[in-house]
Each structure stands twice: as structure tokens, then as C-alpha cells.
């Protein structure tokens, strides 16, 4: 701290020596005012913090090292510093103190993430260890992909024009315009406009279900079985051998047993 301000103390020295005719501005963001044309953009006033000097529109893009693509929109009384011309009335803003939009476009890719370095008084700064724990997100113009690990766990996710995917550990969940699927190993749900589809060694409607579910064709072609056997049950009467009285109950039966297969539901 006591370089950094060695550091200051001697640009002011430089920049307002007479000669040089410029002076270090220390103010506060008195107004902003948004861009009058494509390109710009916008301007700020600014009142020095003593009262005696106050500079208008003020442009934004004259922050040293801005480029193309960047744009700092100030907080309205926020600190400011200004480095000004005093014989012109030119003026480059050299920081804020307080930020309301900060907005970075690249031509390629922009990258954001943060670590943390594993605490240790015996060394320098610049010498500690990562702990592991890291967030990035990497913007690119076709997707984003944004990550949050450790030493053992990671998740990421990435997004696209066409589909969103997420995946931590052994799940995973895929989202387009059309389907959701999500699954872990070998276990997945897909869900459509008209269906749900459940995949897995073992599927359980309810929890702590324990009654196992029914074929429907199967159980049909059963009963059905059934039925016809049962018809031809005959009984012996003084006329000979006859079909049983009830015959007809049994034949209706067979008409009936498609009626209980689901139309909604089928399983595998």
C-alpha cells in the first residue's frame, strides 16, 4: 500500500507541474447521459469534491485501455478521478468507485471464473498453493459453458442455440425444443409433447411401491385362454352331454377382456 501511494503521489506531481498544464480531478458522478449516436458510449458530469470544478459530458470511452466492445456505465455519486486539461477542457476518467453496468463483447471468447489459493503466512502471495475449488464460465459466440468443481466434484453446464446440457457426476440432462431427457448411467427419463418414456433396470411408481406391474397383451391373451377353455366345460343330462347353463356369461367375457388395456400407458 505505502509503493501504491508513492505511486500516486508522484504522477500528481507530474501531471500538475505547470508546465504540463494538467490536473488530477477527485469528483463524483453528478449525472449520466446515455449515447446520442451508435458507437458512443455516453457521457457523464462531474462535480470535484471541493465545489470548484465542474466538467460536462465528459466521454465514457475515454477510460485508458477501454476497447472496443467494453462499456462502464457509473454509478450516480460514485467517486471518480479525472486526469484534465486544464488549458482545453479535456478530461480522461481514470477510475470509479462505484459501477451500475459493466459490459464486455469480444470477438471471440470472454472467460470469467474465480479461484481460491490455500492459506499459508509463510510464503508470498504469488506462492500459494490452489485449494481446488474453481467457477469459470466461458462465453463464446455459439455457446456458453459454465463449470464449478473441487478437488472431487464437478458441474458443468452448457448452453446452445438448439439445447441446454447440465451434467454432475453420473447424471446428466439434456433439454432441446422438443425433448427433456434425464438420466443417470443407464437410467433415463425422456419427456416429449405427447409422451413420457422411463428406461431402467428397475422402475417404481410411488415410493416404497412394492407391487409389481402387469403386462397388458399378456394378462389379455390369458384371460382370454381362459375363458375359451371354460366354454367348453360340458355337463352330462338326461339328454346327453350339454354345454353348461351359463355359457353365454363366459362368451360375452371374451368380447370384454381388451377393454382393460390402458390406452395411455404401456410397458416394456
Not at 64 to 82: A, R
Not at 139 to 150: F, P, V
Request: net charge negative.
Amino acid at each position: 500500500m505505502a509503493d501504491q501511494n508513492k505511486l500516486s503521489e508522484a504522477l500528481r506531481k507530474l501531471v500538475q507541474a505547470p508546465e504540463n498544464n494538467l490536473q488530477i480531478v477527485h469528483g463524483f458522478v453528478a449525472k449520466y447521459n446515455q449515447p446520442q449516436n451508435e458507437g458512443s458510449l455516453g457521457t457523464i458530469d462531474v462535480i470535484s469534491m471541493d465545489g470548484t470544478i465542474n466538467l460536462s459530458d465528459i466521454p465514457l470511452n475515454s477510460v485508458p485501455g477501454l476497447n472496443k466492445g467494453q462499456m462502464f456505465v457509473p454509478t450516480i455519486k460514485s467517486d471518480v478521478t479525472l486526469l484534465w486539461a486544464v488549458g482545453t477542457g479535456d478530461a480522461s476518467i481514470l477510475s470509479f468507485s462505484h459501477l451500475d453496468r459493466i459490459s464486455t463483447i469480444a470477438n471471440k471468447k470472454t472467460i470469467i471464473g474465480v479461484t481460491s489459493e490455500v492459506s499459508n503466512p509463510e510464503v508470498d502471495y504469488n506462492e500459494l498453493k490452489n485449494d481446488g475449488n474453481k467457477t469459470e464460465t466461458i462465453y463464446e459466440s455459439t455457446k456458453i459453458i459454465s463449470q464449478a468443481s473441487n478437488k472431487s466434484d464437478s458441474a458443468t453446464q452448457t448452453i446452445e442455440p438448439s439445447k441446454i446440457t447440465t451434467n454432475t457426476g453420473k447424471s446428466k440432462v439434456e433439454q432441446d425444443k422438443d425433448q427433456i431427457k434425464h438420466s443417470v448411467g443407464n437410467t433415463s427419463e425422456s419427456i416429449t409433447e405427447d409422451s413420457i418414456i422411463l428406461n431402467g433396470k428397475h422402475i417404481v411408481l410411488g415410493e416404497g411401491a412394492t407391487e409389481p406391474a402387469v403386462l397388458g397383451n399378456q394378462l389379455v391373451s390369458l384371460m382370454m385362454e381362459f375363458m375359451t377353455e371354460c366354454s367348453k366345460i360340458t355337463t352330462p343330462t338326461m339328454l346327453g352331454t350339454m354345454p353348461i347353463i351359463n355359457m353365454a356369461n363366459f362368451l360375452s367375457f371374451l368380447t370384454k377382456c381388451n377393454s382393460v388395456l390402458s390406452q395411455t400407458v404401456t410397458v416394456k
